[in-house]
């Protein structure tokens, strides 16, 4: 079965594909309104982990117990992000997000305050689990807003693949600027200030971001049928007019495991990366090579929404994925800041293709009004992933030194590698039997031979 995709929508028959540019979908209007404030309040992503890692390592002197604190807070959202997402899809995403980010930086506040205190482990974990829980969801109400806003006609619709890219790159730019600052504010001023940076910034932003009403996607609870944003996104065939869980579909649970293993990717190279730099005495190399690490992932990204592919979204998962699998395979064999810093960014490299071609088919094989519960499942796999990463990259790095740590990325892409393999026939929609996801919210004919 072929699932390339017809990239000559609303074209004429024979016309050579283009994407729409960066620069026309940036002028959207109320486009920045949702962006800036949107930017700032999806750092918790990025600064938490490593800036708990950051401060636990510094006040109980094991990389094996912070890794453990870090995880609970990670396990803590993968739980409750779906939930979060679902709740946001059904009465509104102002409605879920102010009260969130009050609870998450009061939790913030709350979790750094024991480990300088030298409260007891179990302590730790306790606070852990409201910071994790109340984590905001900006990454995937910002990619319902995308899909609201373009959506409401044809023209724009054809910028809906090149926002879904462009959300990619926004991410890992998070992932590119959160670990540094964090690491660097850890480092240089006190172990305490990258999650006190984090606990502001998520405060400010989600509640900027919750102000801009105007764009925000119709609450599902609210629309006839239970369908958000306009008819013509609604899931015609599948959903039937109701409120469909996006779990219930096949191909998401497919993709929540092949997004575990780019969660295991975050987790060890974050670990792995600071014991790193602390065996060769110069702890501030973490920063570097994360943010090496990060730009792959970033350039890639940009790449990737400049290019009319011809390919469909599922082939390109498969590929990226095996590219990912293989460079993660020798991390635990380098042991200079150079080749490690290179490999590092061919790892990145791989990332953002996976990560853009799995939201992509999000759009395909979710119901509109489903969507954001959809991309919740994703950023909450990631974060389970990086959850068990941090926890055993965290183990091994104590026992065995930084290289033990780097396994962990190798073995939770191979095993994620095979599950996609396996299963990839789920990742085809069934709408008709005939269309499939250009980005987000939009589809167009795939040949299915």
């Not at 990239?7 to 002028?27: C, H, I, K, N, V």
């Not at 590219?323 to 800041?337: E, I």
């Not at 395909?364 to 994703?378: D, H, I, Q, S």
């Amino acid at each position: 079965m072929s699932d390339t995709v017809d990239t000559t929508a609303g074209a004429s028959e024979g016309a050579a594909p283009r994407r729409p540019g960066y620069g026309q979908l940036l002028r959207t209007p109320g486009a920045w309104t949702f962006l800036l404030p949107g930017f700032a309040a999806r750092q918790p992503f990025a600064m938490l982990t490593i800036g708990i890692v950051l401060l636990v390592q510094h006040t109980f002197g094991s990389y094996g117990s912070a890794g453990m604190v870090a995880a609970a807070t990670g396990v803590s959202m993968a739980l409750f992000a779906p939930r979060n997402g679902k709740l946001a899809d059904r009465f509104g995403q102002r409605a879920v997000l102010v009260p969130g980010v009050l609870l998450h930086a009061a939790s913030v506040a709350a979790l750094t305050a024991l480990a300088l205190a030298g409260a007891p482990l179990w302590a730790l974990f306790v606070a852990a689990v409201p910071t994790g829980a109340s984590i905001p969801q900006v990454g995937p109400m910002v990619r319902a807003r995308w899909a609201a806003v373009l959506g409401a006609s044809e023209e724009r619709a054809r910028l809906l693949p090149t926002a879904a890219a462009f959300e990619s790159v926004t991410d890992e730019f998070t992932f590119v600027i959160g670990p540094v600052l964090a690491t660097a504010l850890c480092t240089g001023v006190h172990p305490a200030a990258g999650l006190a940076a984090e606990g502001v910034l998520t405060l400010a932003g989600g509640l900027l971001f919750a102000a801009q009403r105007g764009t925000q996607p119709e609450a599902a609870g609210r629309g006839a049928g239970g369908a958000a944003g306009s008819g013509r996104a609604s899931w015609a065939g599948r959903s039937g007019g109701a409120r469909v869980s996006a779990l219930s579909v096949p191909g998401v649970r497919v993709l929540a495991v092949v997004f575990l293993g780019i969660g295991s990717v975050f987790g060890g190279m974050q670990v792995s990366l600071t014991a790193f730099a602390e065996e060769i005495g110069d702890p501030g190399a973490n920063g570097l090579l994360y943010g090496v690490f990060a730009a792959g992932n970033m350039l890639a990204g940009i790449a990737c929404g400049a290019i009319a592919w011809k390919s469909g979204p599922r082939r390109r998962l498969i590929t990226g994925y095996l590219g990912l699998t293989l460079a993660a395979s020798g991390l635990w064999a380098v042991h200079s800041v150079p080749l490690l810093a290179g490999l590092g960014l061919v790892v990145g490299l791989f990332i953002a293709p996976a990560l853009i071609s799995g939201y992509t088919l999000i759009e395909a094989l979710v119901p509109a009004g489903a969507r954001t519960e959809a991309f919740t499942w994703l950023t909450g796999a990631v974060a389970l992933g990086q959850a068990g990463a941090v926890t055993a990259a965290g183990q091994l790095a104590d026992t065995h030194g930084a290289s033990a740590g780097f396994v962990v990325p190798l073995v939770g892409t191979a095993l994620a590698l095979a599950t996609l393999v396996a299963l990839r026939s789920r990742l085809t929609p069934k709408a008709s039997g005939r269309v499939a996801a250009r980005g987000m919210g939009h589809r167009v004919p795939v040949a299915v031979d």
